[in-house]
């Protein structure tokens, strides 16, 4: 694995400014915190720590004594202003941070100031070696509000007086010459002069500085041990205790519901059902969540919004609501007539309709449940009803009058999945995207750029000037820069070792799920390790096992097998036309194969679609793996119609599948039961390229591809993982020979 030449590492919150990543945003967004509660970041930047106690490294106090004092009340209404206090000592009178700040490009310094027995003040940058000119300074009388004097290499300053004697005072500055800086507060005597014999009785008050990139001070976004980088980076609260995932660069979203936190107003029907505000926290630890209390009717008991959301008929859109358990432990989603239920307790999706072609519930910490369901509108209004129910699909039953579940952030968006969660007053609110700019390295003109996403990794490649981050759903993990002379062969490599696959059952037997543009069926013994999804990567990467016994429900009736296979659902496959299939594989380290004459053991096949009255017969085409490593691809057909005996199957062509190693390839077949064609190449080497054999019986129609694992019963477990699965008879796939998909 080759060596990044610059890291972006997200998997760790910054304690220091990094000034090759620029950022803006000009809305509030929300995250879930360090803390176990979901917060929501402002749009502005502030690159210093400790932003309200200036007591507190790093800042530094020259001959001053700070202390957080209740003899005034801050900005914000709050007993945390600073009481700066002189010490006896001669010279200056100052509190100071000291601060790197990218060269070349304004920043803004701001600091809310109020009158003690002292009034004149003076604001400065530090380090007169990065400016032209020396240090940009402001003096400035706090009793007044005006200023006294200000230098001419300011790019702006400005004072705004914010209510009960506090002033909100800013300068602007371009540090052409250099990187270091930071920037002094001043208290003056009334001589104007910075330098003077203190006493402790003279003092002002100080409170919410902010350091930031721009011409223009920004709303003030306290902090306290960490500096804010605009950046929201979002904990997983699912686990024992909160987990960073990353930063969330997401793109805009709208809110479309209307009161999405305030239930108890008009603006949400209420039907046998009540609105009470309770004494539970809600998911931001900060307001309290609702509860819908079913009356007595017998009769669904909902809420939903009036008037019903406005939507486009086409688009995809995705409902999200937080739930919690009380008396009932289910809640469901009534979406224009189609349910789908939740489980408030073990956090799982019970019955749902076919309609939702994506759902999730997700733990977000203190028994509260974010559940989703995504679906594609069929109107211009749709109608999105909220309730609790007794049971999985029992939302019709006689109420007690006083039993029910909290809800709270209802959210209904035009995307394929739950984005962040925006609240809203009496109109919709959109979040803005987040615009992140990464500088390119110092060295070098051309690079290749990984990034990992919590669901998967990228690269691109050829980059020549900084990298904005395409915004997305999933968080970032890492960004790293290469240079491309240095990266070729090895970027998948780099990406597995980096961040090896992460697996997680893809459901039950039966469960429905897409591979690039097609739909595929399940059919497992419903273990947890039957069939998973590499969570953690961009590719479609899946991997399978069988053991010992473990039979698909639907081979009851014949226990002569055992497997865990995928099929391709309602995608028959064209007679006499080419049908090209491309794949990776890896077999995991294991015991060869010990196969009686009689045994089989399938990785992959096109099955027949039986017409009537046809006995059931081999694949048409299958590829079999015996002992150790050998892959055998055979062929079977008959002219037979109906055909009434099981033909032979007949050996194609044969590979090694080294265990431990993924193998790429590919397959261009024409099926015929009389002129078929089989091309197949393997690491980019054809191996083999045979025409007018029979390939297939004459069904009516063609066969279908089914990949996995479909043995005769053996003591050997058997576990393979698949990559990048693709079948197409509508074009070609002729370029994955020489070009294959990478697995990231």
Same mark, same amino acid.
């Given at each position: 694995?080759?060596?990044?030449?610059?890291?972006?590492?997200?998997?760790?919150?910054?304690?220091?400014?990094?000034?090759?990543?620029?950022?803006?945003?000009?809305?509030?967004?929300?995250?879930?915190?360090?803390?176990?509660?979901?917060?929501?970041?402002?749009?502005?930047?502030?690159?210093?720590?400790?932003?309200?106690?200036?007591?507190?490294?790093?800042?530094?106090?020259?001959?001053?004594?700070?202390?957080?004092?209740?003899?005034?009340?801050?900005?914000?209404?709050?007993?945390? !202003?600073?009481?700066?206090?002189?010490?006896?000592?001669?010279? &200056?009178?100052?509190?100071?941070?000291?601060?790197?700040?990218?060269?070349?490009?304004?920043?803004?310094?701001?600091?809310?100031?109020?009158?003690?027995?002292?009034?004149?003040?003076?604001?400065?940058?530090?380090?007169?070696?990065?400016? /032209?000119?020396?240090?940009?300074?402001?003096?400035?009388?706090?009793?007044?509000?005006?200023?006294?004097?200000?230098?001419?290499?300011?790019?702006?300053?400005?004072?705004?007086?914010?209510?009960?004697?506090?002033?909100?005072?800013?300068?602007?500055?371009?540090?052409?010459?250099?990187?270091?800086?930071?920037?002094?507060?001043?208290?003056?005597?009334?001589?104007?002069?910075?330098?003077?014999?203190?006493?402790?009785?003279?003092?002002?008050?100080?409170?919410?500085?902010?350091?930031?990139?721009?011409?223009d001070m920004t709303a003030y976004t306290p902090t306290l041990d960490a500096p804010y980088m605009g950046l929201r980076f979002n904990y997983s609260l699912a686990e024992s205790g909160p987990k960073l995932v990353g930063a969330l660069i997401e793109p805009a979203g709208t809110n479309l519901v209307p009161y999405s936190q305030q239930m108890e107003v008009a603006a949400w029907r209420k039907q046998s059902a009540t609105i009470a505000i309770t004494t539970t926290k809600s998911p931001d630890g900060e307001t309290n969540g609702y509860k819908i209390r079913e009356t007595t009717s017998t009769s669904s008991h909902y809420i939903v919004p009036n008037p019903t959301l406005v939507t486009a008929a086409g688009r995809t859109y995705t409902l999200s609501v937080y739930f919690k358990a009380a008396e009932r432990k289910w809640a469901y989603f009534n979406v224009n007539g189609l349910t789908i239920h939740f489980d408030l307790v073990n956090g799982i999706i019970g019955n749902k309709s076919s309609v939702f072609i994506n759902s999730v519930i997700e733990n977000v910490g203190q028994g509260w449940f974010r559940c989703s369901a995504t679906f594609i509108a069929s109107s211009s209004t749709t109608s999105t009803v909220i309730g609790p129910?007794?049971?999985?699909?029992?939302?019709?039953?006689?109420?007690?009058?006083?039993?029910?579940?909290?809800?709270?952030?209802?959210?209904?968006?035009?995307?394929?999945?739950?984005?962040?969660?925006?609240?809203?007053?009496?109109?919709?609110?959109?979040?803005?995207?987040?615009?992140?700019?990464?500088?390119?390295?110092?060295?070098?003109?051309?690079?290749?750029?990984?990034?990992?996403?919590?669901?998967?990794?990228?690269?691109?490649?050829?980059?020549?000037?900084?990298?904005?981050?395409?915004?997305?759903?999933?968080?970032?993990?890492?960004?790293?820069?290469?240079?491309?002379?240095?990266?070729?062969?090895?970027?998948?490599?780099?990406?597995?070792?980096?961040?090896?696959?992460?697996? !997680?059952?893809?459901?039950?037997?039966?469960?429905?799920?897409?591979?690039?543009?097609?739909?595929?069926?399940?059919?497992?013994?419903?273990?947890?390790?039957?069939?998973?999804?590499?969570?953690?990567?961009?590719?479609?990467?899946?991997?399978?096992?069988?053991?010992?016994?473990?039979?698909?429900?639907?081979?009851?009736?014949?226990?002569?097998? &055992?497997?865990?296979?995928?099929?391709?659902?309602?995608?028959?496959?064209?007679?006499?036309?080419?049908?090209?299939?491309?794949?990776?594989?890896?077999?995991?380290?294991?015991?060869?194969?010990?196969?009686?004459?009689?045994?089989?053991?399938?990785?992959?096949?096109?099955? !027949?679609?039986?017409?009537?009255?046809?006995?059931?017969?081999?694949?048409?085409?299958?590829?079999?793996?015996?002992?150790?490593?050998?892959?055998?691809?055979? /062929?079977?057909?008959? /002219?037979?119609?109906?055909?009434?005996?099981?033909?032979?199957?007949?050996?194609?062509?044969?590979?090694?599948?080294?265990?431990?190693?993924?193998?790429?390839?590919?397959?261009?077949?024409?099926?015929?039961? /009389?002129?078929?064609?089989?091309?197949?190449?393997?690491?980019?080497?054809?191996?083999?390229?045979?025409?007018?054999?029979?390939?297939?019986?004459?069904?009516?129609?063609?066969?279908?591809?089914?990949?996995?694992?479909?043995?005769?019963?053996?003591?050997?477990?058997?576990?393979?993982?698949?990559?990048?699965?693709?079948?197409?008879?509508?074009?070609?796939?002729?370029?994955?020979?020489?070009?294959?998909?990478?697995?990231?």
């Open positions: 694995m080759s060596t990044p030449i610059q890291i972006f590492d997200f998997r760790e919150e910054p304690s220091k400014l990094n000034s090759n990543i620029s950022f803006q945003r000009e809305s509030e967004a929300s995250y879930y915190g360090s803390d176990g509660y979901l917060h929501f970041a402002q749009s502005g930047i502030n690159w210093l720590a400790q932003s309200q106690n200036c007591n507190r490294t790093p800042w530094i106090n020259v001959r001053v004594t700070p202390s957080v004092t209740s003899d005034v009340m801050a900005v914000d209404g709050t007993a945390t !202003a600073n009481k700066i206090a002189e010490t006896t000592a001669t010279g &200056e009178h100052r509190i100071s941070r000291n601060l790197n700040v990218p060269q070349g490009q304004p920043v803004t310094v701001s600091v809310y100031l109020k009158a003690g027995t002292r009034s004149r003040v003076q604001l400065s940058f530090s380090n007169a070696t990065t400016y /032209t000119g020396g240090n940009p300074t402001i003096k400035f009388n706090l009793a007044t509000g005006v200023f006294i004097t200000k230098s001419s290499n300011l790019v702006n300053y400005k004072a705004v007086d914010s209510g009960n004697g506090w002033w909100r005072l800013q300068i602007t500055a371009m540090p052409d010459l250099g990187v270091v800086s930071g920037f002094h507060i001043y208290l003056m005597n009334d001589n104007n002069t910075v330098g003077y014999a203190g006493s402790p009785d003279k003092y002002i008050y100080a409170w919410g500085a902010q350091m930031e990139p721009g011409r129910e007794i049971s999985n699909g029992k939302q019709s039953y006689a109420g007690d009058g006083s039993s029910g579940i909290l809800v709270w952030g209802v959210q209904l968006e035009n995307s394929d999945e739950a984005t962040s969660y925006i609240r809203t007053g009496a109109t919709p609110v959109t979040r803005k995207a987040d615009v992140v700019t990464l500088s390119k390295p110092s060295s070098g003109d051309l690079f290749d750029i990984f990034i990992q996403r919590k669901n998967g990794g990228d690269w691109i490649k050829q980059v020549t000037a900084s990298y904005e981050v395409v915004p997305s759903e999933n968080e970032i993990q890492v960004i790293h820069f290469y240079e491309s002379s240095e990266i070729n062969e090895f970027h998948e490599e780099t990406a597995h070792t980096l961040f090896p696959e992460q697996y !997680a059952s893809v459901g039950v037997s039966g469960s429905m799920l897409t591979m690039f543009d097609k739909l595929y069926n399940t059919q497992t013994p419903n273990k947890q390790w039957s069939l998973q999804k590499a969570v953690n990567k961009s590719s479609p990467v899946y991997r399978v096992e069988v053991n010992a016994g473990e039979v698909w429900t639907g081979d009851y009736t014949n226990q002569y097998r &055992e497997r865990s296979e995928f099929y391709l659902k309602n995608y028959q496959m064209p007679y006499d036309r080419d049908v090209w299939l491309s794949f990776a594989i890896k077999i995991e380290p294991g015991e060869p194969l010990v196969l009686a004459a009689s045994d089989f053991c399938y990785i992959g096949q096109f099955h !027949a679609s039986e017409d009537a009255g046809d006995i059931s017969s081999p694949p048409v085409l299958g590829i079999r793996l015996d002992g150790l490593d050998t892959a055998n691809v055979y /062929t079977c057909a008959t /002219t037979e119609n109906p055909h009434k005996k099981s033909p032979k199957s007949i050996l194609r062509g044969t590979a090694q599948f080294t265990r431990g190693i993924w193998h790429k390839n590919v397959m261009r077949i024409r099926f015929s039961p /009389t002129n078929g064609q089989l091309q197949w190449w393997k690491d980019g080497k054809e191996l083999l390229n045979i025409a007018n054999i029979g390939i297939g019986y004459p069904d009516a129609t063609g066969p279908y591809w089914k990949f996995g694992i479909y043995r005769s019963p053996m003591p050997r477990k058997i576990v393979i993982e698949y990559a990048n699965m693709e079948v197409q008879y509508t074009s070609s796939l002729e370029s994955r020979i020489t070009n294959p998909l990478l697995i990231v």
